[in-house]
């Protein structure tokens, strides 16, 4: 069965750190990948998507991630934290078929000190 | 920037209550999705929902679950005896296109069963 790990629950950084999230997904075939973002009392709000084609993609916000397909992995990176990045952390995938339900990782909550 | 809308934010209601949670997707979409999160939990998907019929549903979808889309603007999911277990949020989410994977999502309905 599907599944996404991710392996940061809880991350606290300071402003201008750098940060990277992991996420890592069993699945055979050719997946779509997804970063949600949910800022506190807001909706969950798409960060950034990969269907095909570049592995590096660039989302709102000065967020990117890398599809590395060898290692099952699409982490979530950003040079420069702000104090408004603070919000919780989603990584999800489906299969690149018919089938659309979304199978979410446990989620990073990420604090950032001003 | 049109919106998926839920109501209400919260629900509290009795074991062995029926309750209906209610959804308006975002005009002109297609597909449509409910999940749900227990507290500290991952997000579960539960149905999808497309053409006046469900596409696909979850083994958490049973009997006392039914979805529906009434009069063309609403999406509700109805859960006929809720459980105890049944406490979560719920997100309904929509989809523009036959064609696309992005999933945009309500801020959720916050369900307690006491």
């Known amino acids: 069965a599907q599944s996404v790990s991710q392996h940061n629950h809880h991350v606290i950084l300071s402003e201008a750190a750098s940060l990277e999230l992991g996420c890592n997904y069993s699945y055979g075939g050719t997946v779509n990948l997804f970063w949600y973002v949910q800022y506190p009392g807001q909706h969950l709000q798409l960060l950034l998507k990969?269907?095909?084609?570049d592995p590096l993609v660039k989302g709102i916000k000065g967020f990117e991630a890398e599809f590395i397909k060898s290692k099952f992995s699409f982490n979530l990176r950003k040079p420069s934290v702000q104090w408004s990045d603070t919000a919780e952390y989603f990584c999800a995938v489906n299969n690149a078929g018919n089938n659309r339900k979304l199978i979410w990782g446990l989620g990073t909550s990420l604090g950032v000190n001003p | 920037e049109p919106e998926v809308t839920q109501t209400p934010s919260h629900q509290v209601t009795q074991m062995g209550q029926e309750v209906i949670l209610r959804c308006v997707p975002i005009?002109?979409?297609?597909?449509f999705y409910w999940y749900r999160q227990i507290l500290g939990q991952k997000v579960e998907f539960l149905v999808s929902?497309?053409?006046?019929?469900?596409?696909?549903k979850s083994e958490i979808f049973d009997d006392q679950f039914s979805v529906e889309r009434p009069d063309g603007s609403n999406f509700t999911l109805k859960i006929r005896s809720t459980k105890l277990e049944d406490s979560a949020m719920y997100f309904c989410a929509s989809t523009a296109t036959v064609n696309s994977y992005e999933q945009y999502f309500g801020p959720g309905t916050r369900l307690t069963v006491t």
């Open positions: 929902f497309y053409n006046n019929e469900i596409s696909e």
């Open positions: 990969y269907f095909s084609g």
């Open positions: 005009s002109n979409h297609l597909y």
